[in-house]
């Protein structure tokens, strides 16, 4: 149980609000009228609500499945899971409606469960969360795997790579920058013209693909309800993400963060690829090749007493670093009052350091951008990922954690 969320109509959300989550005053508005509200039992009750039909989910995979090109590529095996949530009827429904072979779906995690037996934490970038799903990926053979969080809206796509390994084999989870790469490069090779956005903590490849190819980008501060405002309505929105495995591929379908379509989109990609005898990870080193190496991580401290975090905030405000890996940071931006939020850059790397909005933590979001020489992408890998664990070392250093 996530709470509830709430959803603006045309007449009060305008044209970039409606069907979204509500932002700022809406929010204060809601909150102000259940203070207002006296005691329960003197409360006078309205007629009972109206319980939607499964009319409403044949609707959702019928336009789910539409996001997809008809007649493409369809020869993929995917392996699946929805974490004991309500993703796998859905899910594979909408695969059948697309053409698509049905998932495969672990079978101790098929139907919803609250106890979520199987798991430590129902999310599927917790360590061992997906450990099930590559059991089943790799005795079934299948080419991709994806994992749904419990209510659907995250995607996790797990893919083979053996990178460093003597067999060849092995599995790996994308990051949410690389899937949001591969989906938005997907788009624009596909000729989706309009907006391209994602948050201020995710990876700045979006942007240098946009510039490229002479695309509108935006972004955000985090939060889907930001990300499908992105742009003023200048021009239309056509695909959003934010690192934490959000993707939004059909404004015009969800004005949200969708699992399944997203999770269909990555199928379409991934089976055009093996039609030509090539993979997600292929595709990455290929937007390497062609954009740098965007390496990205997080430092995440969780802590027992908030005061920690506001010191840490406090500490790299008042002594904020001027140099980073050795190059002078050439922007520092404090996005306070509007948001607890610090920015540096140089001209190879990017931290962002904010205090999570869901849990008692202080995270600071890590990105080194390395040039690709002579073709050699492994090689570049290898140095972004040895330059972010010093720039972690660096960061922790600065917010004294």
């Not at 974490?83 to 995690?109: E, N, S």
């Not at 060849?168 to 309009?194: F, I, K, P, S, Y």
């Not at 980008?217 to 200048?234: M, N, P, S």
């Not at 890996?325 to 001209?347: F, Y």
Request: net charge negative; hydrophobic share 45%; aromatic share 4%.
């Amino acid at each position: 149980d996530n709470g509830y969320k709430v959803y603006l109509g045309a007449r009060l959300g305008g044209e970039l609000g409606a069907g979204a989550q509500i932002v700022p005053p809406a929010d204060a508005g809601i909150e102000a009228a259940i203070r207002a509200v006296g005691p329960l039992a003197q409360v006078p009750l309205g007629p009972a609500g109206q319980v939607l039909g499964d009319d409403l989910v044949a609707s959702y995979v019928d336009r789910a499945a539409a996001v997809v090109t008809p007649d493409g590529p369809r020869d993929l095996k995917v392996a699946y899971t929805p974490l004991h949530g309500v993703g796998a009827a859905v899910l594979t429904a909408a695969f059948a409606r697309a053409g698509f072979p049905v998932p495969g779906v672990v079978p101790d995690q098929a139907e919803p469960d609250p106890a979520f037996p199987t798991v430590g934490f129902p999310n599927p970038e917790e360590p061992g969360a997906v450990d099930r799903l590559v059991a089943l990926a790799d005795a079934t053979g299948a080419d991709l795997a994806i994992a749904n969080d419990p209510d659907a809206d995250r995607c996790a796509v797990v893919v083979r790579d053996g990178s460093g390994r003597e067999d060849g084999q092995g599995w790996r989870m994308l990051r949410g920058d690389e899937v949001g790469a591969l989906l938005a490069d997907h788009l624009m090779r596909r000729g989706v013209t309009g907006l391209y956005a994602t948050t201020i903590v995710s990876s700045s490849l979006l942007r240098a693909m946009c510039a490229a190819r002479g695309l509108p980008y935006d972004e955000t501060l985090t939060g889907f309800k930001w990300i499908v405002r992105a742009g003023a309505g200048a021009h239309p929105l056509v695909f959003g993400y934010e690192e934490a495995l959000g993707y939004c591929v059909a404004p015009g379908h969800v004005r949200d963060k969708d699992g399944i379509t997203a999770a269909l989109t990555v199928a379409e990609l991934a089976a055009e690829l093996k039609a030509r005898g090539r993979t997600l990870v292929d595709r990455l080193d290929e937007l390497a090749a062609e954009f740098g190496v965007h390496h990205t991580d997080q430092l995440s401290v969780r802590v027992d007493d908030l005061r920690l975090i506001a010191d840490a905030m406090a500490r790299i405000r008042a002594a904020t670093p001027t140099t980073l890996l050795g190059q002078p940071v050439t922007e520092a931006r404090d996005l306070l009052p509007g948001a607890d939020v610090v920015i540096l850059r140089t001209a190879a790397a990017r931290v962002v350091v904010r205090p999570s909005g869901t849990e008692p933590k202080l995270k600071a979001y890590l990105e080194v951008v390395e040039p690709v020489a002579n073709g050699d992408v492994a090689a570049a890998r290898d140095r972004a990922r040895a330059a972010v664990a010093a720039l972690r070392a660096e960061v922790a250093a600065a917010l004294g954690v």
